[in-house]
């Protein structure tokens, strides 16, 4: 597999767990099932902490993933910004 194409599909899966995990717990948040009038039987809380929770896990995890397959322009990046300021604070 390409190295953009696995970048891709890390990142598809940050974006489709980040949502899953901001939903449950938006929807987990104190006073939410009120706020809408919902019942803990339309909407098991039970099953939304265990999504919650491993959509968190999950998201981490390809975090770390996305880390690694971006380490070498995160360096590059970082040598620019922080090069660039001690550059101009030099000839100051």
């Given amino acids: 597999m390409y190295k953009a194409q696995l ?14 995990c901001f939903i449950t717990g938006v929807i987990k948040f104190p006073g939410f099932l009120r706020a809408i009038g919902a019942t803990r039987v ?3 809380m039970r099953d939304l ?10 998201m981490g995890l390809l975090v770390l993933v ?11 990046m970082t040598r ?5 300021k001690r550059m101009s604070e030099a000839g100051e």
């Fill in 80 to 84: 620019q910004i922080f090069g660039k």
């Fill in 7 to 20: 970048k891709y599909i890390v990142d598809l899966g940050l974006a489709v767990s980040f949502i899953l």
């Fill in 49 to 58: 902490t265990l999504i919650h929770d491993w959509t968190g896990v999950l």
């Fill in 42 to 44: 339309v909407l098991p």
């Fill in 66 to 76: 996305h880390l690694v397959l971006n380490y070498r322009w995160i360096v590059t």
